[in-house]
């Protein structure tokens, strides 16, 4: 999702979400939390038998569901800091559905149950960043959200923007800096509910919940 942050060009990308403006893409963010409700009842209704694979589904779609919520206040009160280290959590619990759902002999590892060496987030962003088709995107949306989240150039240089003859405008209250910036924000949020939700549901497929 490459765009010109300079000239606030809204991505194609973008706009095919309905994005247009800040209102729009609060509110694609907003509704599209839906989708992992919809995914975790699915997912769950299928059998009242509890098995330990079923905490893989109510674990991490919570916390989708709260890394969601996170990053629409964030969004809601401008702050990018906060919206994209959400982002990049939230990007990292559709790539735990995904690892979960290819390792199913490792799911105790997964869990941390027992006397087992827990798997490690590394191993789990790892393997999708290997380019898997149902989360292609990964590898890049995730390198743009950690340049945002560890304190490197681009967020400390997000507070500051050029105001002519060699100076500069700052201020201690986040904000985004650009609003293609924002919408491209919106954008990913609506991205990684939809991955959440369709790794969630194919989790649930790869199980013999009967």
């Not at 969601?68 to 702050?79: C, I, Y």
């Not at 990007?91 to 060496?117: C, F, M, Q, S, W």
């Not at 201690?172 to 924000?185: I, N, Q, R, T």
Request: some cysteine; hydrophobic content about 40%.
């Amino acid at each position: 999702m490459a765009f010109d942050r300079a000239t606030a060009e809204i991505p194609e990308s973008v706009k095919a979400r309905g994005i247009v403006d800040r209102a729009t893409g609060i509110e694609r963010a907003r509704a599209s939390r839906q989708w992992l409700q919809d995914a975790a009842w699915d997912a769950l209704n299928r059998t009242d038998q509890l098995q330990n694979s079923h905490f893989v589904v109510t674990g991490l779609a919570t916390r989708a569901a709260g890394l969601h919520d996170g990053v629409v206040h964030a969004l809601e009160t401008d702050n990018p800091f906060g919206a994209y280290t959400m982002l990049r959590s939230y990007a990292e619990n559709a790539a735990a559905v995904l690892y979960a759902t290819d390792h199913p002999e490792k799911l105790d590892r997964i869990l941390g149950l027992g006397d087992t060496n827990p798997i490690t987030m590394g191993t789990i962003t790892n393997y999708a960043q290997q380019g898997s088709k149902r989360f292609g995107a990964f590898k890049e949306v995730y390198h743009d959200l950690s340049a945002f989240a560890h304190p490197m150039s681009r967020p400390i240089f997000a507070s500051a923007k050029p105001n002519g003859d060699n100076r500069v405008q700052w201020a201690l209250e986040p904000a985004f800096k650009y609003d293609s910036d924002f919408l491209v924000a919106c954008a990913q949020v609506v991205e990684l509910a939809e991955a959440n939700s369709h790794l969630l549901v194919e989790y649930a497929d790869a199980q013999d919940w009967k």
